[in-house]
């Protein structure tokens, strides 16, 4: 079963530093007034003695500049390690101008890992599993509802931790801009909890049947605990999926001689 595993202290430690070392790329969420922002930054130098961690000011932002950090703000960085994902919350403790721009950070409390290959995309194999989605986020969910029209529906083509694809029709998909903040709800599992989950858009894509779907990413899962409890929970439907695709595509041997 997969899950986020908490990595143990003196390992977190070593983990980082390593990153440092190697200048990893990372990419860092962020909350805003109209929703979440993601842009991509890389790890610059550290020190745990005093507790400070400094990152590249971002370079490139998803369909818009890059955010205006502040101290005190809270945000998730992720970055690869080997064959797995790490990620940890911190919060800004100053904007550094000089040198490019960089961004010091508090050293972070709790480093959690997850295996990449959950963010590998996977079908609901011999399932139907509706979306509803609508723009603004999960933070505008009420409002979108009280307006009359605004709620869509889709279904899901593929899921990952990451993100997912969802097939859809009568919509007019250009209402879309790329970094839009996107709320989506989903039950990957009969009889399941309904999951209620912040995205931004990414992109519109036709599919080799002729039908399109909307491609959407999730953002600030690592930020909070019940984000990254959220995020387990769709590790461990991604990985159902996937074994359920290795089931579907594994050769039939029953009944034939040895």
């Known amino acids: ?18 990153a440092i070392e190697k200048e990893m790329p990372c990419v860092i969420s962020r909350r805003n007034d ?8 890389h790890l610059i130098s550290g020190d745990t003695c005093v507790g400070r961690l400094r990152l590249a000011f971002p370079h490139m932002c998803q369909g818009e500049a890059a955010p205006e950090f502040a101290c005190g703000d809270q945000v998730g960085v992720t970055f690869r ?5 790490c990620m940890f919350s911190t919060k800004v403790i100053e904007v550094d101008e000089s040198d490019g721009g960089q961004i010091v950070m508090e ?11 959950v963010y590998q995309r996977a079908a609901p194999v011999g ?31 593929d899921l990952s931790a990451g993100g997912m694809r969802i097939t859809v029709s009568g919509i007019d998909v250009g209402m879309f801009a790329e970094g839009e903040s996107i709320g989506c709800a989903f039950t990957p599992k009969p009889r399941g909890e309904t999951i209620v989950i912040d995205s931004v858009f990414r992109h519109v894509q036709m ?24 995020l387990a929970d769709i590790a461990r439907v991604v990985s159902d999926f996937q074994r359920s695709e290795t089931h579907q595509k594994r050769p039939h041997l029953a009944g034939r001689g040895t």
């Open 1 to 18: 079963m997969e899950k986020l595993l908490r990595i143990e202290e003196a390992k977190k430690n070593e983990i980082v530093l390593a």
């Open 34 to 41: 109209v929703g979440w922002q993601v842009c991509k930054s």
């Open 127 to 157: 399932r139907r599993v509706h979306v509803r989605f609508w723009i603004g986020g999960v933070a505008a969910r009420a409002q979108v509802e009280e307006s009359g029209p605004g709620i869509m529906t889709g279904v899901l083509k």
């Open 81 to 85: 390690r080997g064959h797995k994902k």
């Open 107 to 117: 050293w972070p409390d709790a480093v959690q890992e997850m295996q990449r290959r």
């Open 207 to 230: 599919e080799d049947d002729g039908t399109v779907s909307v491609g959407v990413q999730f953002v600030g899962l690592e930020t909070t605990l019940a984000g990254r409890n959220q």
